[in-house]
Nanobody, 123 residues
Framework: VQLQASGGGLVQAGGSVRLSCAAS????????MAWFRQAPGKEREFVAG????????YYADSVKGRFTISRDNAKNTVYLQMNSLKPEDTAVYYC?????????????????WGPGTLVTVSS
């Protein structure tokens, strides 16, 4: 099972970036997929999540209204569209998958992780 995140890079404040997480090795139908991020010197934190089957989404308060998570069943890929980016959004972004998390925002509930992609937002 592999999760491969891509799409990170350097962007100016106010700009947009779309991250992709390609899943391979199995179908993730029935899984909960999420994006986390980790800034230098900080804990890894929940950003957004989506139930693969239903498409129901959840967001951290800090990104609500600016970020959108979505999935493409045919491509087995999850996306994170990030708009109105701020310097405090600078972090390594990770995609993760969980079978049946009891807490969607708890990183320890997740079974599979991708290697991460760096997003740097300049002011």
């Amino acid at each position: 099972v592999q999760l491969q995140a891509s799409g990170g890079g350097l962007v100016q404040a106010g700009g947009s970036v779309r991250l992709s997480c390609a899943a391979s090795g199995r179908t993730f139908s029935g899984f909960y997929m999420a994006w986390f991020r980790q800034a230098p010197g900080k804990e890894r934190e929940f950003v957004a999540g989506i139930f693969w089957s239903s498409g129901i989404t959840y967001y951290a308060d800090s990104v609500k209204g600016r970020f959108t998570i979505s999935r493409d069943n045919a491509k087995n890929t999850v996306y994170l569209q990030m708009n109105s980016l701020k310097p405090e959004d600078t972090a390594v972004y990770y995609c993760a998958a969980a079978r049946s998390p009891s807490s969607l925002r708890d990183r320890y509930e997740y079974d599979f992780w991708g290697p991460g992609t760096l997003v740097t937002v300049s002011s």
